[in-house]
Each structure stands twice: as C-alpha cells, then as structure tokens.
C-alpha cells in the first residue's frame, strides 16, 4: 500500500530529509516521499531528492512581497501535488498562523532541543550555557506559537564535560535521524490520536531514542 504523500520542506543540508527519505525507502515509515521544496536554491537537500528521483522545487522567499504571499505559492505548491503531510525540516522561515491552521495536525517539525526547554535559536549553545546534563530534539506537531505544539517523539543525548556546540550539535543529530522517521511514521499510520492539544499514543509505540554513549554517565539504581 502506498505510504501517505508527504512533503518536506527545507532551507539547507537537508539530513534529516535524507533519514525520512531512507526510512521510507527501507519500509520503516509508512509515508511516501512526494515532495521536496525548498525556499533556497542552493539548498543541498534538493539534490538528496534528485538523487531518489523526489519532485524536488524551489518556492523563494525573497521573490515574494509578503510572507501571505510565499506562504500561499508554497500552499499552492503542496496542493497541486497532493500532499496529505508536510515535514519541517531545517526549513527556516517562520509560518504565519494562516498556514499552520491550513496544515492543522498535518504539519510536523523538528526542533535541536528537548521542548519545552530551548525554543527558539543557538539551543545548543544555550544548553551548554545552561550545564543542562541532558539535551536532545523533538519532533511535534506544529502550532502558531514558534516551537509549541503537542509532542511527538524525543531523543535525548547526554552534554559531555568536554563539549563545545559542535560536538553537541552533532550528537543531537545522530538522534534527529532516528526521531523524524518514528514520529512521521506514527502519524502516516494514523496511529496518533489528536485532541486538540493533546496527543495520545499506543502504549507500546517507540517514541522515546536514547543515544547510546547516556548509558555510560547515567547512575542505573
Ligand atoms: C536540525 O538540527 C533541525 O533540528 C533544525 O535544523 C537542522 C536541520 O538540519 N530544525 P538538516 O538540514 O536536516 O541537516
């Protein structure tokens, strides 16, 4: 069966579109990849969708007077291919509320921190500042308010006495891949049940990644 038309959109590297793009194509998500787009032509995620045969396009942002207006091409967009999901992924534009009720329980993002704590930007920088012992990503449904809505999937990774936020980044990133195919898997399976705000999944669904090396500075009573 034919995986729910999905699309992702992005403004650069695009790894995470590439997690989406191998878990679907290994069979672990229950989505398929319809759609690229980008916001920026130099985007290297779009020549990860070439590589898989993906439609791939470029709606962007300064070709527009207003973000009404980016927004409704970039809806227009998602339309004419028929798109049922959009995945935000490293996509950095900020959407109006206009667009995010358009796409309401359909829209996914992913964040480099473990929501609530660090919305926003430099989340790796403000962890380390913050000596969080632990920090992380998650993947949520997307609501008006910037980094809010219900959540998904976490991953969590331990902040090592030594890091800077590269190390960090890097570390949150290797869990990233790992969140974005279970959570959209969850929601193409129709296996997440929303209540407004609030999400209710089977108990026995995988919505929690540990990074190997939390083992090794975690006291296990
Ligand atoms: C990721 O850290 C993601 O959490 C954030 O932007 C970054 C995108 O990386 N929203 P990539 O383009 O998927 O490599």
Do not use: K
């Amino acid at each position: 069966m034919a995986g729910r038309r999905t699309a992702v959109l992005i403004s650069g590297s695009g790894s995470n579109l590439q997690a989406l793009i191998d878990a679907c194509e290994a069979g672990r998500c229950a989505a398929e990849m319809a759609l690229v787009v980008s916001n920026r032509a130099d985007a290297f995620g779009l020549e990860r969708a070439r590589r898989h045969g993906i439609a791939a396009e470029v709606v962007d942002h300064r070709g527009f007077a207003s973000r009404e207006a980016f927004e409704a091409a970039l809806d227009a967009v998602l339309r004419q291919a028929g798109i049922e999901l959009v995945c935000l992924a490293g996509f950095m534009r900020v959407l109006t509320s206009g667009f995010v009720e358009a796409w309401r329980d359909r829209l996914l993002n992913i964040h480099p921190s473990l929501l609530p704590a660090f919305p926003g930007l430099d989340t790796h920088a403000r962890a380390l500042r913050a000596g969080s012992r632990v920090h992380g990503c998650t993947v949520h449904l997307v609501r008006p308010t910037l980094d809010d809505g219900p959540i998904l999937v976490q991953g969590v990774v331990p902040v090592l006495a030594d890091d800077a936020v590269a190390s960090l980044a890097a570390r949150v990133l290797e869990v990233e891949h790992r969140c974005y195919p279970l959570a959209l898997d969850l929601v193409a399976r129709g296996a997440v049940r929303i209540d407004g705000d609030r999400v209710t999944l089977p108990r026995d669904a995988r919505t929690l990644v540990l990074h190997p090396e939390l083992a090794d500075h975690a006291f296990q009573p």
